[in-house]
Antibody
């Protein structure tokens, strides 16, 4: 069955960086873009960007441009999302998903940014 | 950026009621629209893509419609397990914005 399994919770100080992973299985990794979406506490969903597994090409939300980097390792069907210069308002649950075409989401990773 | 506006932001309905949520895009997105359900404390789940294609396994009481800029999600007979927040998402062009969500509660 299709699974997207994300790395564990993180606690970071303002100004630090975080790198999350999303290990996929049960489908052909290259078949679907890998998206990242976040949700601040009590708030709605915010699309962060996607990466094309075959080429590594990326597209990022304008408000995150310059702070977010998405990469992938096709040999282990895993995607990564790094967010730098963390701020308090980056505190959120971060999800990976294989998009509207694939239809599957990871379980989410809570990132807490606090001094 | 294409803005996605959902209405209402919340609603309260009884078991068996017909519920309709609307989503309006600020520009034409053809049928490149998805609907998601998010139950409390859980990851979102895809219900519908291409505006009206029901994902396999999703109950047939859910349906989607519309094209261009105006879209609907309808639940024909609300069930207790449908209590959740529902989001639409544009995937026609980046950034793939979500609507602000519609919180569905039981009366």
């Amino acid at each position: 069955q299709v699974q997207l399994v994300q790395s564990g919770a993180e606690v970071k100080k303002p100004g630090a960086s975080v790198k999350l992973s999303c290990k996929t299985s049960g489908y052909i990794f290259s078949d679907y873009y890998l998206h990242w979406v976040r949700q601040a506490p009590g708030q709605g969903l915010e699309w962060m960007g996607w990466i094309i597994p075959t080429s590594g090409a990326t597209s990022y939300a304008p408000k995150l441009q310059g702070r977010v980097t998405m990469t992938r390792d096709t040999s282990i069907s895993t995607g990564y999302m790094e967010l730098t210069n963390l701020r308090d308002d980056d505190t959120a649950v971060y999800y990976c998903a294989n998009g509207p075409g694939g239809g599957y989401w990871g379980q989410g990773t809570l990132v807490t940014v606090s001094s | 950026d294409i803005q996605m506006t959902q209405s209402p932001s919340s609603l309260s309905a009884s078991v068996g009621d017909r519920v309709t949520i609307t989503c309006r895009a600020s520009q034409v997105i053809y049928t490149d629209l998805a609907w998601y359900q998010q139950r409390p404390g859980k990851a979102p789940e895809l219900l519908i893509n291409a505006a009206s294609t029901l994902r396999s396994g999703v109950p047939s009481r859910f349906s989607g419609g519309g094209s261009g800029t105006d879209f609907t999600l309808t639940i024909t007979s609300l069930q207790p397990e449908d209590v959740a927040t529902y989001y639409c998402q544009n995937y026609d062009s980046v950034p793939h914005m979500f609507g602000q969500g519609t919180n569905v509660e039981l009366k």
